[in-house]
């Protein structure tokens, strides 16, 4: 047993010889939430994308919940897993992105509920309360028999926030949530977002949103240049960094 969430390893990845994360680790223990900053090109994404395996990391090794994410370690050899077990590995990480992805030809309602029915564990109308329940979570309870276009920004990242917790994930990955997102829609997919880490989920958010940096981070991470320059608690790393790239990059956001 352990109370990790998420460990990072010295984790590589390069796409052909560009190399965009050189070596990162990184632990989030259960219910911690975790903020990463750093200037756009430093790997962030990458990094969120090789924690469910959307990109296959050169060395190094990433743990979800003591899972070795994407291989199998046998006689010191790393083994690929197959797509469907990497599949089930992904089903207990929901993500969140900056561009919401719903699917514009279904309803809000039919949008939460589409993965957990794809998978068929269990009945839809077990599937149907638990979205509609998650729908009036995230405000959007009214809702739910509109389709994405009808509704403002705000509204759709509720739904892609929605739709990710219906798998009932045990690690919720957040990209730049509300970068997309007019200033006067921030608040309420924040306000989401505090919600939920209120309630334990771990999370790793990625965001230039320093007010919930400090609110609610547990811990902040800067990247730069595909490594970890700094890190710590929030209001330590963005009251008194110690690096001067850290400082550089606070004292343009801040
Ligand atoms: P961030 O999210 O911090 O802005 P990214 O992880 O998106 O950074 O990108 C880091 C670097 O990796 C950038 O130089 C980007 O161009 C490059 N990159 C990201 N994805 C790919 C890809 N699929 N193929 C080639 N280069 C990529
Ligand atoms: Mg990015």
């Not at 790997?43 to 050169?58: A, D, M, V, W, Y």
């Not at 509609?132 to 994405?148: M, N």
Request: with cysteine; proline share 4%.
């Amino acid at each position: 047993m352990t109370d990790e969430m998420v460990r990072a390893d010295n984790v590589h990845k390069s796409f052909g010889s560009l190399e965009v994360l050189k070596g990162i680790d990184l632990v989030v223990k259960q219910g911690e939430v975790s903020c990463v900053l750093g200037p756009s090109g430093s790997g962030k994404s990458t990094f969120l994308r090789c924690i469910n395996h959307l990109e296959k990391i050169n060395a190094g090794r990433i743990f979800v919940d003591g899972d070795l994410i994407g291989y199998r370690e046998r006689g010191g050899k790393l083994h690929e897993l197959k797509e469907r077990e990497v599949a089930a590995q992904r089903r207990a990480i929901g993500m969140v992105f900056q561009r919401f992805n719903l699917f514009p030809h279904m309803t809000v309602l039919q949008n939460v509920m589409e993965a957990p029915c794809r998978v068929k564990r269990e009945s839809k109308s077990e599937v149907r309360d638990r979205a509609v329940a998650l729908l009036d979570r995230v405000g959007l309870g009214e809702k739910k028999d509109s389709y994405p276009a009808q509704l403002s920004g705000g509204q759709q990242q509720r739904v892609a926030i929605a739709r990710a917790l219906a798998m009932r994930p045990k690690l919720m990955l957040f990209d730049e949530p509300t970068s997309a997102l007019d200033p006067e829609l921030v608040g309420e997919v924040l306000d989401v977002m505090k919600d939920l880490a209120r309630d334990g989920m771990t999370m790793i958010v990625v965001t230039h949103e320093i007010g919930f940096a400090r609110e609610v981070g547990d811990s902040l991470i800067f990247m730069d240049g595909g490594v970890v320059v700094e890190q710590g608690p929030p209001r330590e790393v963005i009251g008194n960094p110690q690096q001067e790239r850290t400082k550089a990059f606070l004292s343009k956001v801040l």
